[in-house]
């Protein structure tokens, strides 16, 4: 079974939450003209990418390509670039800094503690993530209050130093996000037929099991307290709404 087939479930407000989400994008755009989406290349992030496409709005797409991603989720970086005919900018970490982490502590030191495994990502994420938003007034990403307990308040608009950041589907349920993939027919990655909600890092995602929680393949090892890399650690800073349109 597809995941379309599992999880095709709009609710009753589908129709106005996807009218809102464009509004959004389009007025976030109006006031921060410098935009660029963050992609995990998750169904979340492809929903997001088709949302900035109908919305008509300017913005980068980007990828942070760790060193250690999936097969199934970089094949989706040239579908994205085919569908709407733009690049999508790819970052990867320091080759220096891999290296020597790696010699100093082994390809498995995610797996030793979570100082190591947030060193980790600090590595092949947060310092890729720096350069890929220098210069940028504000980046889009895919986050969903029904995702975690860590992100069940996020806000659609949140002023982080230097920029805003701006999650569209914060109200959207996983049913909403496959019902829109489905009617818009769009390239979705593989792993998400193979029971793999969220995924990340091959080395630290998982499938989950039924009654699982969403999140609970991403680093399975750890306490919940721990779970994120540090891309999405809430709150970063104040509720910052957009002006209406006058």
């Given at each position: 079974?597809?995941?379309?087939?599992?999880?095709?479930k709009?609710?009753?407000?589908?129709?106005?939450k996807?009218a809102?989400?464009?509004?959004?994008?389009?007025r976030?755009a109006?006031q921060?003209?410098?935009?660029?989406?963050?992609?995990?290349?998750?169904a979340?992030?492809i929903?997001?990418t088709?949302?900035?496409?109908?919305?008509g709005i300017?913005?980068?797409?980007?990828?942070?390509?760790t060193?250690?991603?999936?097969?199934?989720?970089r094949a989706?970086?040239?579908?994205?670039e085919?569908r709407?005919?733009?690049?999508v900018?790819?970052?990867?970490?320091?080759?220096?800094?891999?290296i020597?982490?790696v010699?100093?502590?082994?390809?498995?030191a995610m797996?030793?503690?979570?100082?190591l495994?947030?060193?980790?990502?600090?590595?092949?994420?947060?310092e890729?993530l720096?350069?890929?938003?220098?210069?940028?007034?504000g980046?889009?990403?895919?986050?969903?209050?029904e995702?975690?307990?860590?992100?069940?308040?996020v806000?659609?608009?949140?002023q982080e130093?230097?920029?805003v950041?701006?999650s569209?589907i914060v109200?959207?349920?996983?049913?909403?996000?496959?019902?829109?993939i489905a009617?818009?027919q769009l390239?979705?990655?593989?792993?998400?037929?193979q029971f793999?909600?969220s995924?990340g890092?091959?080395?630290?995602t998982?499938?989950?099991?039924?009654g699982e929680?969403?999140?609970?393949?991403?680093?399975?090892w750890?306490?919940?307290?721990?779970k994120?890399?540090?891309?999405?650690v809430?709150?970063?800073?104040?509720?910052?709404?957009?002006?209406?349109?006058?």
């Amino acid at each position: 079974m597809s995941a379309i087939d599992l999880y095709n479930k709009p609710s009753a407000d589908f129709d106005a939450k996807v009218a809102n989400s464009i509004a959004l994008l389009q007025r976030a755009a109006a006031q921060y003209p410098a935009l660029t989406q963050a992609s995990s290349l998750g169904a979340e992030d492809i929903v997001v990418t088709h949302l900035i496409h109908l919305a008509g709005i300017s913005s980068g797409v980007f990828v942070l390509d760790t060193g250690k991603l999936h097969a199934e989720t970089r094949a989706l970086i040239g579908l994205i670039e085919k569908r709407y005919t733009r690049s999508v900018e790819v970052y990867r970490p320091k080759n220096e800094s891999v290296i020597k982490f790696v010699r100093h502590h082994g390809e498995k030191a995610m797996y030793d503690s979570i100082e190591l495994r947030k060193q980790c990502c600090d590595i092949r994420k947060m310092e890729p993530l720096a350069r890929a938003l220098a210069g940028k007034d504000g980046w889009i990403t895919g986050l969903r209050r029904e995702q975690s307990n860590a992100r069940a308040e996020v806000a659609d608009i949140v002023q982080e130093p230097g920029r805003v950041k701006i999650s569209p589907i914060v109200e959207w349920t996983w049913g909403d996000v496959w019902h829109f993939i489905a009617q818009h027919q769009l390239d979705y990655n593989a792993l998400h037929d193979q029971f793999f909600p969220s995924i990340g890092c091959e080395p630290c995602t998982r499938a989950i099991s039924v009654g699982e929680d969403f999140r609970a393949g991403r680093w399975w090892w750890e306490q919940e307290s721990a779970k994120e890399c540090g891309l999405h650690v809430e709150p970063i800073g104040e509720t910052s709404p957009l002006k209406q349109p006058a």
